[in-house]
């Protein structure tokens, strides 16, 4: 069974404080790591897909890295508005659809 | 930009009743799916509906949920005699290229 875990569970920063978030993950084929962001009431957001080992992509201040067993969500310089929950989910050959974790809650303030 | 649109924001039922929550996906996608999250949990895959019928179907989907694409349009999400344990936020998404673009979601509450 396709298993995807992120951490930390919940993350504080001070604005302009760079940190990252991990997603770690155990698939059979894996097609696909996705980031979302979820702001409270909402649903997810689109950020990045990655597809290969050693892929990058960048957003802003969001940066999205990719190796065989886990992704990082790089956040540089963060606002207050980066606040929301970051969810990592993962698509794999065995079907068409994705697995989620259970999600970073990250609280940036001034 | 094209968005997938889900109607209504909130649905408030009494246990026992029949719903159906509509959705609009995007309109050149191919793929549709639900998807649910219960307050404080993971976003968790209920169906997914590709070329009319039903390609994939989680544990969750049981007998009391039906999908339908009645029209070119519309996408629905049916649950036949609510429970309490029904009561989630439910997403509907739709993907193309590999990339799912979910809806603002309903706030299904069952009393």
């Known amino acids: 069974e396709d298993q995807v875990t992120q951490s930390p569970e919940a993350l504080r920063l001070q604005e302009g404080e760079s940190s990252s978030l991990n997603c770690s993950y155990t698939?059979?084929?894996?097609?696909?790591l996705f980031w979302y962001r979820q702001d409270p009431g909402k649903g997810p957001e689109f950020l990045f897909t990655l597809y290969s080992a050693g892929e990058e992509k960048e957003k802003e201040r969001l940066k999205a890295t990719l190796t065989k067993k886990e992704s990082f969500l790089h956040i540089t310089a963060p606002k207050p508005e980066d606040s929301a929950t970051y969810l990592c989910?993962?698509?794999?050959?065995?079907?068409?659809?994705?697995?989620f974790g259970t999600g970073t809650q990250l609280k940036v303030e001034l | 930009e094209p968005e997938v649109t889900q109607t209504p924001s909130h649905q408030v039922t009494q246990m026992g009743q029949e719903v159906i929550l509509r959705c609009v996906p995007i309109s050149n996608h191919l793929y549709f799916y639900w998807y649910r999250q219960i307050l404080g949990q993971k976003v968790e895959f209920l169906v997914s509906f590709y070329n009319n019928e039903i390609s994939e179907k989680s544990e969750i989907f049981d007998d009391q949920f039906s999908v339908e694409r009645p029209d070119g349009s519309n996408f629905t999400l049916k649950i036949r005699s609510t429970k309490l344990e029904d009561s989630a936020m439910y997403f509907c998404a739709s993907m193309l290229e590999e990339k799912l673009f979910f809806g603002s979601g309903t706030q299904l509450s069952v009393l």
């Open positions: 698939v059979s084929g894996l097609r696909g």
């Open positions: 989910a993962v698509f794999t050959g065995g079907g068409n659809k994705l697995t």
